[in-house]
C-alpha cells in the first residue's frame, strides 16, 4: 500500500544521518517491545508479513511522528486484537482479563538463542516451476497501487531494471501478508539506475538494488 512508511524519494524529511555511536534502544522501553513482538511472533497466529503490514498500515501521521519501537507495539496491539488474543479492554490493563487461547508455539527463555538461528531461509520453498528471467536479463516493474501489502515499493514501479542475482523460491509478501497463503514465487535481485527513478537529476553513478518477486516483472524481450 502507498502509506506511510513507503517515502523512497520523497523531498521534506531532511538527509539520513549515519551515526556509527547510535544506540540500538532510545528508551527502556523499546528493548521490552522488541523483546515481546519476537515472543508473540513464536505464538504462530501471524506471520512476518502480515506484522509488515500491520505496521506500515498505521495512520501515515502517526507512522511519521512515532518512534521506531512505538510503531512496533502499536502493530503488536492490532495484531494481538485481530487474532483475539488480547480483548480491547485489556490493553490499558496490568493482567488478563480472559482465558488465553491456545497457541502454535512458545518461546522460552532458554531457547531464545537457538530459535532465531534456526529461522534463516525459513521463507524458502520447494518450486515447481523454472524461474522466468536469468541474470543479465532486463525488466520492467509492474505499476500496480493495491489497497494490500505489497513489497514492491512506489518509487520503483513502472521502472526498468537488470537482474543481478537469482535468489531463489520464496513465499510471496504480497500473497502472505494479505492473508492469501504462501503462494511461493522467484526471487530476484534488480538494479535499477538512480536517474531511471528519479529522473536527470539524480547522480549518473548511483543505483538502487531491490528484492523482487516474479509477479512485480515484466519482460523487457
Known amino acids: ?17 549515519d551515526d556509527p555511536d547510535e544506540p540500538h534502544f532510545h528508551a527502556g ?13 513464536a505464538c504462530g497466529q501471524w506471520n512476518i508479513d502480515q506484522s509488515r503490514f500491520a505496521r506500515e498500515s ?10 521506531y519501537y512505538r510503531i512496533w507495539l502499536e502493530a503488536a496491539e492490532k495484531m494481538l486484537l485481530k487474532a483475539d488474543m488480547i480483548a480491547k479492554n485489556e490493553l490499558g490493563e496490568t493482567k488478563s482479563l480472559t482465558p488465553a487461547i491456545p497457541v502454535k508455539g512458545t518461546m ?30 532486463n525488466i520492467r516493474t509492474i505499476n500496480n497501487h ?3 501489502h505489497t513489497r514492491l515499493p ?8 537488470v537482474v543481478t542475482k537469482v535468489l531463489g523460491h520464496h513465499v510471496f509478501p504480497d500473497s502472505s501478508g494479505n492473508d492469501l497463503g504462501d503462494d511461493p514465487r522467484w526471487l530476484y535481485q534488480v538494479r535499477f539506475l ?26 523487457m524481450s
Not at 126 to 135: D, E, K
Not at 198 to 216: F, K, Y
Open 194 to 219: 538512480a536517474q531511471e527513478l528519479w529522473g536527470e537529476q539524480a547522480n549518473p553513478r548511483d543505483s538502487v538494488t531491490l528484492d523482487l518477486w516474479e509477479p512485480h516483472l515484466r519482460s
Open 58 to 67: 498505521l495512520s501515515p501521521p502517526d507512522y511519521m511522528r512515532w518512534p
Open 154 to 161: 512506489r518509487y520503483a514501479r513502472g521502472h526498468n531494471g
Open 1 to 17: 500500500m502507498n502509506g506511510g512508511a513507503d517515502l523512497g524519494g520523497m523531498h521534506g524529511f531532511g538527509p539520513v544521518v
Open 146 to 148: 493495491p489497497a494490500g
Open 29 to 41: 522501553w523499546e528493548p521490552r517491545v522488541m523483546a515481546m513482538v519476537v515472543a508473540l511472533g
Open 108 to 137: 522460552e527463555p532458554e531457547n531464545v538463542w537457538a530459535k532465531l538461528h534456526s529461522l534463516a531461509g525459513s521463507a524458502e520453498r520447494p518450486g515447481s516451476t523454472s524461474a522466468a528471467f536469468a541474470v543479465g536479463d
